[in-house]
């Protein structure tokens, strides 16, 4: 939902987290590197059964998941281009409330967010572009023909068009460019997914298949070591690679190739009010 131009983000999650949650801010004007919070009170969080809630308001920030939710948030990139993250940042809570100065554009939360963990956990990063294992989607038929649960949509402008919904073994789209498919594949494989297949415009489709992987979400699921793998919507369905050919007509296939990296050099657990 969205009140006031701003947008406005809550989970509320249970102790044991089942997926992790990435947030995106509305695009927006340019934003003051500088922008800061004017009012931060940061205090440990030591009942490991609370609920977990995020919000993000015109009124600021409240948050009192792990704090990995919010690097995330922070460093705006999948978790395939962060490394050198503590283990802590998956388990360790904080209750952060931060106030805005008045009239701060919605487009800020972001960066007063990235501020924060500058000036409270000491966060320092730097971007290298490294050579990693990437896939190439491509057709998989050599006709070109879809797969029978992909198929061309309508130009359209509004909902159901430009829709989608994710879950572990599911994805579904209406309405969607293939930008849109191969940003999902990567979340689901852990690695860039060029788009290789030469389609254009918009399309529908439905992806089921039982997830091997890891979770989405930072550096491995929220609460849980990395690589824990998430529970299959279908435990009968295909693997990713089979579901792909037999029911979109495309295919991952393995290569190499230049991704730009975030390296974190340092994250320390923060200063405390």
């Known amino acids: 939902m969205r009140r ?46 609370s609920s977990m809630t995020i919000m993000m308001t015109p009124s600021g920030l409240e948050s009192s998941v792990p704090v990995g939710v ?4 922070a460093l705006q990139k999948p978790d395939y281009q962060m490394t050198g993250a503590p283990a802590w940042i998956n388990t360790e809570r904080y209750s952060i409330r931060a106030k805005p ?18 000036d409270r956990f000491q966060l320092a990063t730097r971007l290298e572009t490294r050579e990693q294992p990437i896939f ?13 649960d992909l198929k ?41 997914v060029i788009d290789k297949t030469g389609l254009t415009g ?3 489709f439905t992806l089921k298949f039982t997830f091997e992987g890891r979770m989405p979400g930072l550096m491995g699921p ?10 299959a919507a279908d435990p009968d369905a295909p693997n990713l690679s089979t579901a792909l050919q037999e029911q979109l007509g495309l295919k991952l296939e393995s290569a190499r190739g230049p991704v730009e990296v975030v390296v974190i050099e340092k ?3 923060p200063t405390l009010d």
């Open 4 to 49: 006031h131009g701003l947008a406005v983000f809550v989970i509320a999650m249970a102790p044991v987290i089942a997926a992790a949650q990435q947030f995106q801010t509305a695009a927006a004007a340019p934003v003051d590197p500088d922008t800061r919070f004017e009012v931060i009170a940061i205090k440990p969080i030591e009942n490991a059964n």
């Open 267 to 269: 994250f320390e657990k």
């Open 136 to 148: 190439h989607l491509v057709m998989a038929r050599s006709d070109g023909r879809l797969g029978p």
């Open 70 to 73: 919010l690097l995330r948030q």
């Open 152 to 192: 061309r949509s309508p130009e359209c402008q509004s909902p159901p068009c430009g829709s989608g919904r994710n879950a572990p073994g599911l994805l579904v789209g209406s309405g969607r460019r293939m930008a849109q498919l191969v940003s999902a594949l990567s979340d689901i494989t852990g690695r860039p």
């Open 202 to 204: 918009l399309y529908d």
């Open 222 to 231: 929220l609460g849980a070591p990395a690589g824990t793998p998430a529970p």
């Open 101 to 118: 100065p008045a009239g701060t554009p919605p487009a800020a939360m972001t960066v007063m967010i990235r501020n924060l963990l500058n």
